[in-house]
């Protein structure tokens, strides 16, 4: 059973740069799985940021796509995500996830506990 | 503004049976792509519910199903319970932003 563990700073200050890893454990990175971030702003609905898949493969929400970057440390078997620029409107609760399957296809079967992350001076 | 629509709140008595509905469009759900809900508890992270449009992953009660129309898809919950009372995303693969996953903008169920 996979599991899934957000880290990173919960705070960090507007113009600056949010970074978080996603440790897995329970199975590789390796496997045939797409290593996912989604975020939930406070009182909202949640919304997809990108994927990473062990090769290096990447997609993006093209709503964040010039301020997001996902990356993968097959070493340390954990995925990690840069936010740049970040503003208070960044501020939510990140969620790392993973599923496999056709892109068409693919549903979110393993999830994170989630990190709140507040942008604030 | 999500991508998929679904009613902000639904909510029925223990024992009854509701649906939630999800509305997209000819690049997302009318394009055939697969439909997922998804249960979130309060305080908790979300855990998958359905995949596929009717698939429940194992331990899911049969009491939760799914179904797909159109451009249109469904989360049926029978034999209503006080542990069911949570919000419920919709979830699918939209053609048209870059092969984006896109999420519905979330339903509370209250159990009255």
């Known amino acids: 059973q996979v599991q899934l563990q957000e880290s990173g700073p919960g705070l960090v200050k507007p113009s600056g740069t949010l970074s978080l890893t996603c440790a897995v454990s329970g199975g590789s990175i390796r496997n045939n799985n797409w290593w996912t971030w989604v975020r939930q702003p406070p009182g909202k609905g949640l919304e997809w940021i990108g994927e990473i898949y062990h090769s290096g493969s990447t997609k993006y929400n093209p709503s964040l796509e010039s301020r997001v970057t996902i990356s993968v440390d097959k070493s340390k078997n954990q995925f990690s995500l840069k936010v740049n620029s970040v503003t208070a409107a960044d501020t939510a609760v990140y969620y790392c996830?993973?599923?496999?399957?056709?892109?068409?296809?693919?549903?979110?079967?393993?999830w994170g506990q989630g990190t709140l992350v507040t942008v604030s001076s | 503004q999500s991508v998929l629509t679904q009613p902000p709140s639904v909510s029925g008595a223990p024992g009854q049976r509701v649906t939630i509905s999800c509305t997209g469009s000819?690049?997302?759900?009318?394009?055939?792509?697969?439909v997922h809900w998804y249960q979130q508890l309060p305080g908790t992270a979300p855990k998958l519910l359905i995949y596929?449009?009717?698939n429940r992953p194992s331990g899911v009660p049969d009491r939760f199903s799914g179904s797909k129309s159109g451009t249109s898809a469904s989360l049926a919950i029978t034999g209503l319970q006080a542990e069911d009372e949570a919000d419920y995303y919709c979830q699918s693969y939209d053609s048209n932003l870059s092969g984006s996953r896109v999420f519905g903008g979330g339903t509370k169920l209250t159990v009255l």
């Open positions: 596929g449009n009717n």
């Open positions: 996830a993973s599923g496999s399957g056709s892109p068409s296809a693919r549903a979110f079967d393993y």
């Open positions: 000819g690049s997302n759900i009318g394009a055939n792509y697969d």
